[in-house]
């Protein structure tokens, strides 16, 4: 499979191209601001991508590929032209180029306009907030055949390979897990369409989307 994973020096994305690097069965394409820094492996492909640029020159960089995995974010910092309007311009891309698979890293709560209302806003309002109308984007203004993935709060600790998909039985969900859960969503085909609640939990990753 020819996986393009976008934002792939980030702390999910360096995970994602860890477990995929040196696998003979994928072709991993890799974009980052600074693709220098893009983990290592025979079956590894670093391209450069700004999502500040137009969407001409997303679309002329992106490769070919079979999916895309979005899992760009600029940490808070520039949400309006990274979280939003990057991901939105991928989508885009997306379409132009007939990638139709698109897995997109968003957030619990993206989709729940009261998380971030008034007077019990989140501390993270801002940034559910790009991510709401990029998944809004994706969901209503596109044809791609989406799984959004919103996983409780992200933690550095070692992946057990147990998850909860569905709902969220606990507040954290590792890095690793969520990486995981990533690729094989892009493998899998019954996700296509789907908002997906995330949390580390009990049911081994296969079997938990398996179940779907």
Same mark, same amino acid.
């Given at each position: 499979m020819k996986i393009t994973v976008i934002g792939a020096t980030?702390?999910?994305?360096?995970?994602? %191209?860890?477990k995929l690097a040196d696998n003979s069965e994928d072709e991993v394409f890799a974009g980052a601001r600074k693709p220098e820094k893009v983990p290592t492996g025979e079956n590894i492909s670093p391209f450069e991508l700004?999502?500040?640029?137009?969407?001409?020159? %997303? $679309?002329n960089a992106i490769p070919d590929s079979?999916?895309?995995i979005f899992v760009a974010g600029s940490g808070g910092k520039d949400l309006?032209?990274?979280?939003?309007?990057?991901?939105?311009?991928?989508m885009r891309a997306a379409e132009h180029k007939g990638?139709?698979?698109? %897995?997109?890293?968003?957030?619990?709560?993206?989709?729940?306009?009261?998380?971030?209302?008034?007077?019990?806003?989140?501390?993270? $309002?801002?940034?559910? %907030?790009?991510k709401h109308y990029a998944d809004k984007w994706l969901m209503n203004n596109t044809?791609?055949?989406?799984?959004?993935? /919103?996983? $409780?709060?992200? $933690?550095?600790t070692k992946g057990s390979?147990?998850?909860?998909?569905? +709902?969220?039985a606990t507040k954290e969900n590792s890095i690793e897990n969520v990486a995981e859960?990533?690729?094989?969503?892009?493998?899998?085909?019954?996700?296509?369409? /789907?908002?997906? +609640?995330?949390s580390d939990g009990d049911t081994p990753i296969n079997k938990a989307i398996d179940n779907l």
């Open positions: 980030g702390r999910v994305g360096r995970t994602i %191209i860890s700004d999502l500040h640029l137009s969407p001409e020159a %997303i $679309t079979d999916v895309i309006l032209q990274v979280d939003l309007n990057g991901a939105v311009k991928v990638i139709k698979r698109f %897995i997109m890293l968003s957030s619990r709560a993206s989709l729940d306009l009261e998380a971030f209302s008034e007077p019990d806003a989140s501390p993270l $309002t801002n940034y559910l %907030i790009a044809d791609l055949d989406y799984t959004i993935l /919103q996983p $409780t709060s992200l $933690t550095e390979g147990k998850v909860t998909l569905g +709902e969220f859960v990533l690729i094989e969503l892009a493998k899998n085909s019954s996700s296509i369409r /789907q908002v997906i +609640e995330m």
